[in-house]
């Protein structure tokens, strides 16, 4: 068993990026390197899904609905895992956990990591003089 600690969610302008890291720190290089990690997602209301995975060589897959804006690196010496996510949609907002595939397949789950992606503007100040 790996424990895994997501972090690096908040809140995203659509359009924006951000960049969740997955850590592993008690692991030992040895059991973390030859690790396959998937970074999944759990939106409001619905069931959690894989987002996208890498390998312990660095091979990606990603679901079609993030290819081309989502991207998964890992740094070993660091035992992190990192999802880059950039041009945000709302429908990204969600709850990101990463995990093995065997974690994920017993059913055992991190905290995770909120994103929530909104589609307001920037907006704009007004000031009004007495």
């Known amino acids: 068993q790996v424990y895994l600690v997501e972090s690096g969610g908040g809140l995203a302008q659509a359009g924006g990026s951000l960049r969740l890291s997955c850590k592993a720190p008690?692991?030992?290089?040895?059991?973390?390197?030859?690790?396959?990690f998937g970074w999944y997602r759990q939106a409001p209301g619905k069931q959690r899904e894989l987002v996208g995975t890498i390998t312990s060589t660095g091979n990606t897959n990603y679901v079609d609905s993030v290819k081309g804006r989502f991207s998964i690196s890992r740094n070993n010496a660091r035992k992190t895992v990192y999802l880059q996510m950039t041009s945000l949609k709302p429908e990204d907002t969600a709850v990101y956990f990463c995990?093995?595939?065997?974690?994920?397949?017993?059913?055992?789950w991190g905290q995770g990591t909120q994103v929530t992606v909104n589609d307001w503007g920037q907006g704009t100040q007004v000031t009004v003089s007495p």
């Open positions: 008690r692991a030992i290089t040895s059991t973390f390197n030859p690790l396959t």
């Open positions: 995990n093995t595939p065997l974690q994920a397949n017993n059913n055992d």
